[in-house]
């Protein structure tokens, strides 16, 4: 027997996907419910990553997550192992969600009970941040063999989010990546970025991204 389920999503209803987004947060904000949209290119660590958040937060924090992807379950799979409650999205060839759609997912994750609702977006660096989801803070995942001038690539990725994980930092010393180079460039296009250096797979600066998440989840629920 499956342990998640699959949903099908459509393509929002609503043409104003700002109304509707706005709409959805002051759902989230009165069932006290904290949606994080995580996103990132492929091969960042971004499921790594939530793996070892979850290992770390599922004993303070109900957590549900969706899994947003193009086709295929593999995520789903790896998170659905660790207990939490959770959803794989197909975006039926759509690069994005939008916040018509990821309400369609929270629907399906039936959220009653949870307390953080993380739905890892489409691996993508372009199409996810020109649409709201709705969720109440937006994160992303910059690895070290991307390089410290992604944020002068894709400036309006850097721009929409609260929170900036720099993952692989344990491999720094075999790549050409500047660290203060790449904070300069995530401070020029978003000044009020949070930045926390991490490394998924060592654990090094986790704790600071589990504080983060944990203060943001107590204050959305105050």
Not at 54 to 73: C, H, N, P, Q
Request: hydrophobic share 40%; net charge negative; with cysteine.
């Amino acid at each position: 027997m499956d342990k998640f389920k699959v949903l099908e999503i459509k393509k929002s209803v609503f043409s104003g996907n700002e109304k509707r987004a706005d709409e959805l947060r002051k759902q989230l904000k009165e069932k006290k419910l904290f949606l994080l949209n995580l996103m990132s290119s492929p091969g960042s660590g971004k499921t790594t990553t939530l793996t070892g958040t979850i290992k770390a937060l599922k004993g303070e924090l109900r957590i549900g997550v969706m899994e947003a992807d193009i086709d295929s379950d593999v995520d789903a799979k790896t998170i659905s192992d660790l207990g939490v409650k959770t959803i794989q999205l197909h975006t039926g060839g759509m690069c994005h969600l939008d916040a018509g759609m990821t309400a369609q997912g929270l629907e399906g994750l039936e959220t009653d009970e949870l307390d953080l609702a993380i739905l890892e977006n489409v691996g993508n660096l372009v199409c996810p941040a020109e649409f709201d989801t709705g969720a109440v803070k937006n994160a992303m995942i910059l690895s070290v063999p991307e390089g410290h001038d992604k944020p002068l690539k894709y400036p309006l990725m850097f721009s929409v989010c609260d929170v900036v994980l720099i993952n692989k930092v344990d491999v720094i010393p075999y790549f050409d990546f500047d660290m203060e180079a790449c904070k300069k460039n995530i401070l020029m296009r978003n000044p009020k970025a949070k930045i926390i250096p991490i490394s998924a797979k060592t654990g090094e600066g986790m704790q600071q991204w589990f504080e983060w998440l944990l203060d943001e989840v107590k204050h959305w629920k105050e």
